[in-house]
């Protein structure tokens, strides 16, 4: 079974610019969620989807971000236009809908730096 | 608000003792506790996690202790190993884990050979 991707691994950009960030969620998760870990603080969340559905955007920053799940399956985080504190490393998860099932599955995450 | 605090940020234990990492949440409706390991380059993996009904869960070498009381709960590893080198994260969450994870800032455990 594959995992949770994450696309791109690295992304460079200047302040200003415009980043589209992409997650594939494991095949079935109905669950999906983003989180962000700034330079040496802890991972903070940034919004949960529910197959299409947002339900609970309560961590994302400002109206300079903005996430969607079209059809409910892979997710797409963009930023724009990005700033210097935008940068860090952004991690998508997913789960069941399950109450047998809690555990999130991770991707590997995309650093995200900006100049 | 809720958050979780996460001590100590760095830990260096010899190779073959015990390691201890700490949490406190502030949450009381909190009912699930997971704990995860990151390695370098990938992300966060769950190592193993614990319920509001159990207080001390233990999967071989690692275990985590719950007190709801105090509102803490703690990772133990035994018989550390070189790859049990990694960032640990702590992590509480209500709704039995279909909810946003309040995370711990992480520790750095090192293992000396």
């Known amino acids: 079974e594959a995992g949770v991707t994450q696309f791109p691994s690295h992304s460079v950009i200047e302040k200003g610019q415009t980043v589209t960030l992409r997650c594939d969620p494991i095949?079935?998760?109905?669950?999906l969620y983003w989180y962000r870990r700034v330079m040496g603080k802890e991972i903070k969340f940034l919004l949960h989807?529910?197959?299409?559905?947002?339900?609970?955007e309560s961590g994302m920053p400002n109206n300079r971000f903005l996430a969607e799940r079209t059809g409910g399956t892979y997710s797409t985080l963009k930023v724009q236009p990005a700033e210097l504190e935008d940068s860090g490393v952004y991690f998508c998860?997913?789960?069941?809908?399950?109450?047998?099932?809690?555990?999130?599955?991770f991707g590997p995450g995309t650093r995200l730096t900006v100049t | 608000g809720e958050n979780v605090e996460q001590h100590p940020s760095t830990l260096s234990v010899q190779e073959g003792d015990s390691a201890v990492i700490k949490c406190t949440y502030s949450?009381?409706?909190?009912?699930?506790f997971p704990w995860y390991k990151q390695e370098l380059g990938k992300g966060p993996q769950l190592i193993i996690d614990?319920?509001?009904n159990v207080g001390e869960k233990k999967d071989q070498r690692i275990a985590v202790t719950l007190n709801k009381t105090a509102k803490h709960f703690s990772l133990h590893i035994t018989e550390t190993q070189p790859e049990d080198s990694a960032v640990y994260f702590c992590?509480?969450?209500?709704?039995?884990?279909?909810?946003?994870?309040?995370w711990g800032a992480g520790t750095k455990l090192i293992i000396k050979p």
């Open positions: 998860a997913s789960s069941q809908l399950s109450r047998l099932s809690y555990e999130q599955y």
């Open positions: 095949s079935g998760h109905d669950n």
């Open positions: 989807f529910v197959k299409e559905s947002k339900q609970d």
């Open positions: 949450d009381s409706a909190s009912n699930y």
């Open positions: 614990i319920r509001s």
């Open positions: 992590a509480a969450s209500k709704v039995l884990g279909n909810y946003q994870l309040i």
